[in-house]
């Protein structure tokens, strides 16, 4: 029998355009129960309907992520944050500041949310927040569902900055991918737990540091959580680049491929100019460089532990635990 001849536009995934015919497909892939990759300004995310347990596990099975790692929640906006999650004052002040943007709050689960179990792992608390992103806001309000959509990669790589990346990773295993250009933040947002006693803990730092945090919840925060049930996400091997990686470089071995930064300038540069926003922005991409490049190994150089160089530094001790 001749094989079937395949038509370029059935291609999986679709390589859909950031405009409106492109949102429309993509909210109508989303109604339908199917997986799209979507930018928003920290990395690219791959976003099912959350009220769907059949959807939702297309994303565990997808990501080849554990079952018991719950996802990030999507909302366009507070109101609809507020549907599924119980807000105190607190959470309040935090959304007023932060939202929309790469900030997500640890909140009470509303008894009768329709959320599937799957996207909090069974948890009584759900992870949430309201994304900046155009392309990602367009097509919440289009879909008019909130969307879970953990990282557009396979569970424990590197995250995804682009739509090429989220295509390497994830190829055939999802329906589609909007491509709206790199991730402007390049870091996945900070998480942020409002406990019931009036403490609050960061589960994982990102965009959003400590102290702007701390400015608006008043008191310090507990210490940065490792808590295996809590945050499962937050395994000590994950953004894993598939070579081994050493930290605080100051010049490359013969087999290394270094990544620069600041007066370190490396084989490519996360900031010549010695700027961590800059540095957030691009890691992902020089980790995926590196794990193509021939070198059999990945050197990095030393990143300033303060603002968000504190949450790049937590990527960059779980790439090299990989
Ligand atoms: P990602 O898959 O990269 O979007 O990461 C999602 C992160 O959110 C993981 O570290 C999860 O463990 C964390 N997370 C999601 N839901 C919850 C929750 N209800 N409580 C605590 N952490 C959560
Ligand atoms: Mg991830």
Redesign the pocket.
């Known amino acids: 029998m001749e094989p079937a001849k395949m038509d370029p536009a059935d291609a999986r995934p679709a390589r859909l355009a950031a405009d409106a015919a492109g949102f429309a497909r993509a909210a109508t892939i989303l109604v339908a129960g199917g997986l799209v990759a979507l930018p928003t300004e920290t990395?690219y995310g791959l976003a099912a309907r959350a009220d769907s347990a059949d959807a939702v596990a297309t994303i565990y099975r997808a990501k080849g992520r554990p079952s018991f790692n719950p996802l990030i929640v999507h909302v366009p906006d507070c109101a609809a944050a507020e549907r599924l999650a119980a807000f105190d004052a607190r959470a309040r002040l935090l959304a007023q500041r932060f939202w929309p943007g790469p900030l997500t709050m640890v909140l009470p689960l509303l008894p009768g949310a329709a959320i599937a179990s799957s996207v909090t792992a069974g948890l009584a608390t759900i992870a949430i927040r309201v994304p900046a992103h155009p392309v990602m806001r367009a097509v919440l309000t289009a879909c008019g569902l909130p969307l879970a959509a953990?990282?557009a990669?396979r569970?424990g790589a590197v995250?995804p900055t682009t739509a090429e990346h989220v295509v390497a990773s994830l190829g055939a295993r999802i329906d589609a991918v909007v491509d709206g250009g790199a991730c402007a933040a390049g870091i996945?947002s900070t998480i942020v737990a409002l406990r019931d006693d009036g403490s609050w803990q960061i589960l994982r730092p990102g965009p959003i540091g400590h102290d702007a945090l701390a400015e608006v919840l008043g008191t310090s925060a507990l210490a940065v959580t490792d808590h295996a049930i809590e945050a499962p996400?937050q395994l000590a091997s994950?953004?894993a680049p598939g070579k081994p990686v050493r930290l605080d470089a100051l010049e490359a071995a013969a087999d290394e491929f270094l990544i620069g930064f600041g007066a370190i300038s490396g084989h490519a540069s996360l900031s010549p100019r010695g700027d961590p926003a800059e540095a957030a922005s691009r890691l992902y991409a020089l980790l995926h460089r590196a794990a193509a490049a021939p070198e059999p190994r990945i050197a990095i150089a030393p990143i300033p532990d303060h603002g968000i160089g504190t949450a790049i530094n937590d990527r960059l001790r779980r790439a090299a635990a990989g």
Do not use: A, I, T
């Open positions: 990395v953990p990282s990669n569970s995250s996945e996400g994950h953004y």
